[in-house]
């Protein structure tokens, strides 16, 4: 039998170890099931903690800045659309670029000083991201376009080092899945927060009862509690490789073509860009529907309040799950149960309010399974590069899974402003009934089209051949 790439790539350093036996041996190295020494649980948990934070800014970003645009500041919806877009690609890019940096400088205390140095020029960019324009017209435009790429930037400059250390927190696929889960339950908590608390809490902290005003005070409120548990994180964290001997990181050239071979990673990243697209659709389309089309604006709050809530409940059960048949098999079952809701809702109008509640509470049960299957896989696909060509790219990977996430969720910005602004939209009126049909396709079509593209993508992985056990295992075995 011969040694593995990563045999190869390390001479002189032990075969890996089988850390079920107590071996005195303290060498950091992964068994054949993908299993190392395991790190405290406080050190996970306090590490999982920072998506609270991020996401304070992200689900703000993702559930209300475009309806801000549109119906707080008065932007159309085809260039509220088209800032989202080419702040999103920008996104991307950055996203990537630190990603490349990360593989070629990266280590434990480039990420710390990342979290500890960013946060705070991270929350003053998100709170610039919600300044009102103070001019009209273009000059206004080009205000919001830079507000947004401002805090795109310094946002990829903290999150990919933050994302980067889920995959050195521990050499062993268990901890990391912990942390996968525990990250989706952090995040969750303040998906909450920003869905119930933007509009009341923020004007409350302004001092108004809503319109721009009030977003800015939610923007200030989330910046400043965002910034602390930033440092806070990135003042704790140890590498969980540190002791882990390394070669001469490879030029940005190879770590993409290593990342170009990987197979896992590429089917992935597809199922990813269709499932992102779908979901953003579906996240977007909320407020829009219950404002115009159940004429409650204050429902669909609760409703996306709600949505985030049940993660907490479903998060859990997911895990437990994926424990039982694996993340890849777990993404298929999660595409299955939204292609029935999505074929339920098309064929059975929903319009009431409860009604369309429960429908959205009961989407977002089951596409969290495919949030976090991604990330506990995402980790897996890198232990399968490095296997296959000896390389470890867990810059690029993570640079490259933000850039493709982040253009994805750009494009479903676009489709949604194109479809609403060929309906006729205008924002604050009532629709025409045109346009609210049209929105009803929209929530059912794309969606369902993208969850089935993710399924046939993850069909053709490498990992859906790994054992039952394969997340709680590390992902390694593979059935006779």
């Not at 953003?280 to 829009?288: D, E, F, I, N, Q």
């Not at 424990?323 to 074929?343: D, E, H, N, P, S």
């Amino acid at each position: 039998m011969g040694k593995s790439p990563r045999a190869l790539r390390y001479p002189g350093i032990p075969q890996p170890l089988d850390f079920a036996s107590d071996a005195p041996d303290k060498t950091v190295m992964m068994n054949e099931h993908g299993e190392g020494r395991r790190v405290g649980r406080w050190r996970l948990v306090t590490l999982a903690g920072g998506d609270f934070a991020f996401n304070l800014y992200w689900q703000s970003v993702m559930l209300y800045l475009l309806f801000y645009y549109t119906d707080a500041i008065g932007i159309a919806v085809e260039t509220a659309a088209a800032i989202y877009l080419a702040a999103s690609v920008w996104d991307g890019l950055v996203s990537f670029a630190v990603g490349a940096l990360v593989d070629r400088q990266g280590g434990a205390r480039h990420y710390r000083w990342a979290l500890i140095g960013g946060a705070v020029p991270l929350g003053m960019a998100f709170a610039m991201a919600y300044a009102p324009p103070p001019v009209a017209g273009q000059a206004g435009l080009a205000f919001v376009l830079g507000g947004h790429l401002l805090f795109r930037t310094a946002y990829a400059l903290v999150n990919i080092p933050y994302l980067a250390m889920s995959a050195r927190v521990s050499m062993d696929s268990r901890d990391r899945s912990f942390v996968a889960g525990l990250r989706m339950l952090a995040g969750t908590a303040a998906a909450v927060l920003v869905a119930i608390g933007t509009v009341p809490i923020g004007g409350m902290v302004m001092g108004v009862e809503g319109g721009p005003r009030a977003f800015m005070g939610a923007a200030l409120l989330f910046a400043g509690l965002g910034s602390v548990i930033l440092i806070g994180v990135g003042w704790t964290f140890r590498d969980g490789m540190a002791e882990v001997a390394k070669p001469p990181p490879p030029s940005i050239r190879i770590s993409l073509a290593a990342v170009a071979r990987n197979r896992a990673f590429l089917t992935l990243a597809v199922a990813m860009i269709a499932m992102i697209v779908a979901t953003t659709v579906l996240g977007k389309s909320v407020l829009y529907y219950f404002k115009y089309r159940l004429h409650d604006v204050g429902a669909g709050q609760l409703a996306l309040a709600s949505m985030m809530a049940v993660s907490v409940v479903a998060v859990p059960v997911w895990m437990a799950l994926a424990r039982m048949i694996g993340a890849v098999r777990l993404w298929f079952v999660a595409v299955g149960c939204c292609g029935t809701g999505l074929l339920l809702f098309a064929t059975v109008d929903l319009p009431q309010v409860g009604a369309m509640q429960a429908f959205l509470i009961g989407m977002q049960a089951v596409t969290v399974g495919l949030h976090f299957a991604f990330w506990a896989l995402l980790p897996d696909t890198i232990d399968h590069g490095e296997r296959a060509t000896g390389i470890r790219a867990e810059g690029i990977v993570f640079g490259l899974a933000a850039l493709l996430q982040r253009v994805a969720i750009g494009l479903a910005t676009v489709m949604i402003g194109l479809v609403l602004g060929q309906a006729g939209y205008v924002a604050n009126v009532d629709q025409t009934p045109e346009t609210l049909a049209a929105l009803r396709r929209l929530v059912v079509v794309v969606p369902l089209v993208c969850f089935v593209l993710s399924g046939l993508a993850m069909a053709f992985s490498p990992l859906r051949r790994t054992g039952r056990f394969s997340l709680a295992r590390g992902g390694g075995r593979v059935k006779p």
